[in-house]
């Protein structure tokens, strides 16, 4: 699969097709994979498919200049071609290079399963529906379902809806909506005030390093609404109260663009769970608007767009 | 100097009695994530799994939001309410990394102007470290000459050296912690050597290395080679992990908020990896992302080294693990040419 992807990588660059190529590379720690963009044929060796290639490389497309090669998994695709619709970008601009995936390691679960830290664990290896990981020389195997992301296993499209070519086949989707969400199901349950406190005590962590807005491929704007000062919309000073007003803006600005890729929960270095924001957005915007996001490049953007459907219970 | 020692057992005990008197800060795990958070009383677990904190100790003396002074018009004029701050506290566990961090930013604090905020709560703390026995594969610290067992700029050291922990006396405010005749007894000589054992064992772990030499000069000499920053930058998405945990970052912002006739003046931790990073005068000087990226090396490497005679970087490691692009500054810095070898302004 590697090989297919160079060698495609390579062609790009060679006609002249594109001018630079952004995909992955081995990262300098263990199971990490790190953004490669290049428009050097001689590293193009180093471009690696992995199952810790974390990265919504649709990031980089925004307010980029000339003929881009991409690599993208299949939420990738979906958010390159939701910033098509946004007209972002141009679909003659990019070139997608598409490459099923099976499903991302959650580095978070693995450790809480083995009850080590990333960098003490000696080596994963994903199988089919098996992940094998070598502790202390000794070899353990976990069901994929344990270790995969959460938003893998919602995954309803793992192979590229919109791509030039891919590499390898087609792969089926885990599509586990039940295991995917149990976390939302379960603050579903809570009592309203238990709800409450729970989110105060996540946002009460955030330290507003805007990590989760700098990796997202749907927030697009040059200027956010969270740094305008006339008015503050939001005190800069994190406080749990401002700091939840923002991610819930935040995710109201990026609903029918979010492609539940997780990249801004995975990020978070204060682990706030903000999947159980945005992926409840994702199934509220298939819910009243039977909308997925992602799927139809010449399709208008979400919120620019009034069908009849909709009206069903949306209008009171 | 002088050594002393305690049963692991025993610190609980230890703990007990210093939490009588101080605000006692040691490691926590919540949601994942180690933090410094005050002492539960519970027990002393923590020793055996902790490695280091997402947030870096400077958030204790500059938290990442604080009041700096409340206004208020009433009828006979404006009233002015200043925050009092410095609860005495103690810090358990500052490993010695974090520790050079502390001096580094006590400097910028305390250099030009006398932070009174900042210096209300770092003059009432006590700061215990503790030798770093598990470093992460993404921790350089050695490359800085810091060692994992490294006394300088805490009040005492403790080392864990199996069933005991070695204990330091470095400051008289540390040494005074110590009047526990019962449970802290004198240091055997077997145990100070077992402490300088570890000194080079627990160095050997630091496996991420970088040569560090003339880094000053090597980046003022490729200060305008943007082809080199531009790439250096590439992959960088501009949000403020990096700085925000790193320990010797300590930008900051202030503004006032205000609702009718009241209001007050916060400060809050402001980052050059911002776009919007000093818009308040006018414009973000360094508009491309390469900018942003050479000021925060070029800050650590080359302009604290310049004005203050310390390079503000202690090898953490918490931009590189933290990083969602897995931006690691040792790779850039390994890439900063010799300075004969570099490249002129274009």
């Not at chain 1, 199934?283 to 620019?304: C, Q, R, V, W």
């Not at chain 2, 009047?179 to 055997?188: F, V």
Request: proline letters at 5%; one cysteine or more.
């Amino acid at each position: 699969m590697e090989k297919e992807l160079r060698k495609q990588a390579n062609r790009l660059l060679e006609e002249g097709t594109v001018d630079c190529i952004i995909g992955h590379a081995q990262g300098s720690l263990k199971f990490t994979t790190t953004p490669l963009i290049t428009g050097d044929k001689t590293e193009i060796s180093n471009l690696i498919i992995s199952p810790f290639m974390h990265n919504n490389l649709a990031n980089y497309l925004i307010r980029r200049h000339g003929k881009t090669g991409i690599v993208a998994k299949g939420c990738d695709s979906r958010s390159i071609v939701s910033l098509i619709q946004d007209k972002q970008v141009s679909r003659d601009a990019v070139v997608i290079i598409g490459v099923p995936c099976s499903g991302l390691v959650d580095m978070a679960k693995l450790e809480s399963l083995t009850g080590k830290v990333r960098d003490q664990i000696e080596a994963v290896t994903v199988a089919g529906d098996k992940v094998s990981v070598k502790l202390n020389g000794k070899k353990k195997e976990y069901p994929a379902r344990q270790v995969l992301f959460d938003h893998c296993l919602g995954c309803e499209f793992p192979t590229p809806q919109e791509y030039d070519c891919l590499i390898g086949e087609p792969v089926a989707a885990i599509n586990d909506t039940e295991l995917s969400s149990k976390k939302i199901a379960d603050i579903k349950k809570m009592a309203p005030q238990d709800r409450w406190a729970f989110w105060q005590k996540q946002f009460s962590r955030c330290i507003r390093c805007y990590a989760c807005r700098e990796v997202c491929p749907a927030c697009f704007c040059e200027r956010c609404f969270a740094e305008e000062s006339q008015p503050h919309w939001i005190s800069p000073v994190p406080q749990w109260q401002d700091n939840l007003v923002f991610q819930v803006i935040r995710t109201i600005h990026v609903a029918g663009r979010c492609s539940d890729c997780g990249e801004c929960e995975r990020v978070c270095p204060q682990h706030i769970p903000l999947r159980l924001l945005s992926r409840e957005m994702y199934d509220l915007i298939d819910e009243m608007f039977h909308y997925k996001s992602g799927m139809d490049k010449n399709a208008p953007p979400l919120m620019t767009a009034y069908e009849m459907v909709e009206a069903e219970g949306l209008i009171r | 100097m002088n050594s002393k020692k305690i049963n692991k057992k025993d610190l609980k005990k230890l703990l007990d009695t210093w939490r009588r008197d101080f605000n006692l800060i040691v490691p926590v795990l919540e949601n994942e994530v180690i933090t410094m958070d005050v002492w539960d009383g519970k027990d002393t677990a923590f020793i055996d799994w902790y490695r280091n904190t997402v947030v870096p100790p400077k958030a204790n003396f500059l938290p990442p939001g604080e009041k700096m002074i409340s206004f208020e018009k009433k009828k006979d004029g404006i009233v002015l309410e200043i925050p009092r701050n410095g609860q005495r506290q103690i810090i358990f566990g500052v490993r010695p990394c974090d520790a050079r961090s502390i001096a580094i930013i006590d400097d910028v604090f305390t250099e030009t102007y006398e932070d009174t905020y900042y210096l209300s709560r770092r003059n009432n703390t006590i700061v215990i470290g503790l030798s770093c026995n598990s470093p992460y594969d993404s921790c350089f610290c050695t490359s800085l000459n810091i060692n994992p067992v490294e006394s300088a700029h805490v009040d005492l050291l403790f080392t864990d050296i199996g069933d005991d922990l070695l204990i330091e006396e470095i400051t008289e405010r540390g040494k005074g912690l110590l009047n526990m005749p019962d449970t802290i007894k004198k240091a055997t000589k077997a145990d100070t050597e077992k402490g300088q054992a570890l000194k080079d064992s627990l160095a050997a772990k630091v496996t991420k290395q970088v040569n560090v030499k003339d880094m000053e000069h090597r980046l003022q000499a490729c200060f305008n080679d943007r082809e080199f920053w531009e790439k250096a930058a590439a992959k960088c998405i501009g949000c403020g992990i990096c700085t925000f945990l790193c320990p010797t970052c300590f930008c900051f912002d202030i503004n006032d908020e205000m609702l009718k006739k009241q209001g007050a003046r916060y400060r809050s931790w402001d980052s050059c990896s911002f776009k919007a990073y000093t818009r308040m005068p006018m414009e973000n000087p360094r508009e491309e992302r390469w900018r942003r990226v050479r000021q925060k090396v070029c800050h650590k490497y080359q302009f604290l080294p310049a004005n203050l005679g310390v390079t503000a970087c202690t090898g953490c490691g918490r931009c590189i693990r933290l990083c969602p692009v897995n931006w690691d500054i040792t790779q850039v810095l390994a890439g900063v040419p010799q300075k004969e070898a570099a490249r002129s302004a274009k």
